[in-house]
């Protein structure tokens, strides 16, 4: 099928664009009314997420309510080391739990790699549908947590400033913490070649954790990992669509991501686009407003993404904030945001 506005795949592959196209972490969610409605009836996230029609509905408002670029799928990263055998639970105010940890070989023995047809077939599903009822208007994209960050909350069991439970482990035991990485690798790969076949238009993995890795660990347990993920995902004719890596915080990997087989480099608003640009000069950048831009006054905002269009240029480049947008921010200022991106941001 061919998209009414293909604009963010063009600016991804680094072909020439009439304005840069513009998305948003966490656009789906409760910076909208509408969401907020739907997240009701279905009783709570995890059931909103594993209801495919429900999911579809969320992921389609914010291009009709927002009028952003691209819809991406609503789901979570945490699904993977469910599909894995490790059910986790969303608890309010506190995030995801994850009732059992791994954090041994005997652990390990009991994860299987999973099938995504038979363990994620209600993301495949609402991507179905999304496909569907979008019905060419703006790209789908797809995604999945990077191994190291489905690593820490596999092992610590909840979300951490630190991480010391995971990190610990790099160091205790090397070789557990390589296997278990291997294996949500694997999964990950099934899983969004399998998201790319039932529809997806771009793929972005999250590396949300990448930031408490030194640049040395990083090179051993995050980005070889992410490069299998780029390679299999390149490499198969039948799933070849570009390839997002967003690092939160591994401002020092900049150029090594660049380096891999993906399509897009995600930067946070602590990554200067100049700078950004000199280290990773031939491949498209992605963000980086900081998500708090959105709190200040329409004139602020309009400012601010100016600004950051100016320093990015228009070609090979993604307008997109440095992290998901925040619960409470206000919907018009995110209208305002994105309505500046396409005056500014037009050739």
């Known amino acids: 099928m061919n998209l009414q506005n293909d604009l963010l795949l063009r600016a991804a592959r680094g072909e020439q664009v009439e304005r840069v196209p513009v998305w948003m972490m ?14 009701e009836q279905a009783g709570s ?4 997420a594993t209801t495919p029609e429900l999911a579809a509905e969320v992921t389609i408002q914010p291009v009709d309510l927002l009028g952003v670029d691209a819809a991406i799928i609503f789901s979570d990263i945490l699904v993977v080391p469910e599909a894995m055998g490790l059910p986790y639970e969303m608890i309010e105010q506190r995030g995801p739990v994850f009732p059992t940890t791994v954090r041994t070989s005997a652990d390990l023995d009991k994860l299987r790699v999973s099938d995504p047809e038979e363990h994620l077939g209600y993301v495949l599903d609402a991507i179905k549908i999304v496909k569907r009822d979008l019905n060419g208007r703006v790209p789908l994209i797809g995604f999945a947590g990077a191994p ?14 630190t991480f010391s439970v995971a990190k610990k482990l790099l160091y205790t035991d090397p070789a557990f913490s390589h296997a278990l990485l291997q294996k949500i690798t694997d999964s990950t790969i099934a899983y969004l070649k399998a998201q790319v076949t039932a529809g997806a238009n771009l793929v972005q993995i999250f590396d949300s954790w990448a930031g408490i890795l030194s640049p040395e660990q990083y090179r051993t ?5 992410i490069k299998q993920i780029c390679d299999a995902l390149s490499e198969a004719a039948d ?34 686009p100049a700078e950004s640009r000199q280290l990773v000069p031939d491949i498209t950048l992605q963000g980086n407003l900081d998500p708090c831009v959105l709190y200040s006054s329409f004139d602020g ?29 206000n919907p018009d200022n995110v209208r305002c945001f994105i309505e500046a991106v396409k005056e500014f941001g037009a050739v």
């Not at 601010?304 to 409470?328: C, S, W």
């Open 148 to 161: 190291f960050t489905i690593f820490c909350y596999m092992t610590e069991g909840k979300g951490s400033k």
């Open 221 to 225: 347990y995050s980005l070889p990992y």
């Open 301 to 329: 905002i309009r400012a601010e993404v100016k600004k950051m269009i100016d320093t990015f240029g228009k070609q090979r480049y993604i307008a997109n904030l440095g992290h998901g947008v925040y619960p409470d921010t």
């Open 26 to 39: 966490r656009q789906a969610g409760r910076i909208l009314a509408e969401y907020r409605a739907v997240r």
């Open 45 to 48: 996230f995890i059931k909103l």
């Open 239 to 272: 799933v070849s669509v570009p390839v997002t890596v967003f690092a939160k915080g591994a401002f020092f990997a900049r150029q090594e991501i660049g380096r891999l087989n993906c399509s897009v480099v995600g930067l946070d608003w602590n990554m200067d």
